[in-house]
């Protein structure tokens, strides 16, 4: 069983600033894709980023291109997620996902661990 721990989740201003971080004590952490996922109160999961297992390849939703950056420390067993230029609509639980066996999917279902999920609440 992979455990996934987020942090960094919490209260800012529209057009602030927030690093999410999770980390895994998995030592073949470094093999495994990583991304994130977030869920808004009523709303479904919905795909956030990902990041190839040395982080040499990402994906992002539409939403968070141009302001979210995943990245990633295999020494550290610890994948980040920056972002900046926050909005209210990006309130949400925040999950870090790790998928075991491929890389590239958006979909949740495709993701085999998940962590916690740490609240982000965005005010205007």
């Known amino acids: 069983q992979v455990q996934l721990v987020e942090s960094g989740g919490r209260l800012v201003q529209a057009g602030g600033s927030l690093r999410l971080s999770c980390t895994s004590s998995?030592?073949?952490?470094?093999?495994?894709?990583m991304g994130w996922f977030r869920q808004a109160p009523g709303k479904e999961r919905e795909f956030v980023a990902t990041?190839?297992?040395?982080?040499?390849?990402?994906i992002y939703a539409d939403s968070a291109k141009g302001r979210f950056t995943i990245s990633r420390d295999n020494d550290e067993n610890t994948v980040y997620l920056q972002m900046n230029n926050l909005k209210p609509e990006d309130t949400a639980v925040f999950y870090c996902?790790?998928?075991?066996?491929?890389?590239?999917?958006?979909?949740?279902?495709?993701?085999?661990?998940w962590g916690q999920g740490t609240q982000v609440t965005v005010s205007s």
């Open positions: 990041i190839s297992w040395n982080g040499g390849n990402t």
């Open positions: 998995e030592r073949t952490f470094s093999s495994y894709a």
């Open positions: 996902v790790a998928d075991i066996g491929g890389w590239g999917t958006t979909r949740a279902a495709e993701y085999d661990y």
